[in-house]
């Protein structure tokens, strides 16, 4: 069946270091790939999305790019700030809902 | 814009005793999900509806029971709560289903359920 990994945390970083996420999908077809955050306390909103291959998603200065070829989702971002802190989901689209995977807990010191 | 609310967002129920999660959508959609979040887990899918007078199971009906009488809500019903439903609670829309290219699915803000 369809299935989303993606890499464990806690992930630790400081203040304006590079982020990557790593999200691997296993899936029948090219599903529709998302990236959704939940901060401390709160829901989980949509980050961003892709829909077919080589599609960028972004939002916030967050980048992901759908590539067929690896099946993968990762999640990218130049310059982390403190309040990046969350835990971050990766997910694909199917007939029944979305498949998540477990989530990645960042942590961003100052 | 409301978007989907649920309430209670916090309940602490004892082992045995029944309640239900509220569940409304105000964007006419079609489509609405309830999912839990257990602890260092992603979401698995209990339930979901693809219009009213419509219910299909998930991942992990057990323990559960839902209803679509009206497009707007989509109420969860824990009969008999077991320590193990302890957990976060999200209901979610969408105004497609399936692999529909761009579907973005929406979801409510949690319901924090503890079974003791």
């Known amino acids: 069946g369809d299935s989303v990994t993606q890499m464990e945390g806690p992930v630790t970083l400081s203040e304006e270091a590079f982020l990557t996420i790593n999200c691997t999908y296993t899936?029948?077809?090219?599903?529709?790939l998302f990236w959704y955050v939940q901060y401390p306390g709160e829901g989980l909103q949509l980050l961003l999305k892709?829909?077919?291959?080589?599609d960028k998603g972004s939002n916030k200065g967050f980048e992901a790019t759908y590539r067929k070829e690896t099946t993968s989702f990762h999640l990218e971002k130049g310059s982390v700030q403190v309040s990046d802190s969350a835990v971050y989901f990766c997910?694909?689209?199917?007939?029944?809902?979305?498949?998540f995977g477990k989530g990645t807990h960042l942590i961003i010191q100052p | 814009n409301a978007g989907v609310t649920q309430t209670p967002k916090f309940r602490i129920l004892k082992i045995g005793q029944s309640m239900t999660l509220q569940c409304t959508q105000d964007?006419?959609?079609?489509?609405m999900y309830w999912y839990r979040q257990d602890p260092g887990m992603g979401l698995k899918l209990i339930y979901y509806?693809?219009?009213?007078?419509?219910?299909d199971k998930g991942e992990v009906p057990n323990g559960y029971n839902v209803s679509r009488s009206t497009t707007e809500d989509f109420p969860l019903r824990l009969e008999l709560a077991a320590p193990s439903q302890t957990s976060v609670y999200f209901c979610?829309?969408?105004?497609?289903?399936?692999?529909?290219?761009?579907?973005?699915?929406?979801f409510g803000e949690g319901s924090w359920l503890t079974v003791v």
């Open positions: 979610a829309s969408s105004r497609l289903g399936g692999g529909a290219s761009g579907n973005t699915i929406y």
């Open positions: 899936a029948t077809g090219y599903p529709s």
């Open positions: 892709a829909t077919k291959a080589d």
């Open positions: 997910a694909l689209k199917r007939a029944d809902g979305l498949t």
């Open positions: 964007m006419n959609h079609n489509y």
């Open positions: 509806s693809v219009g009213a007078g419509i219910t």
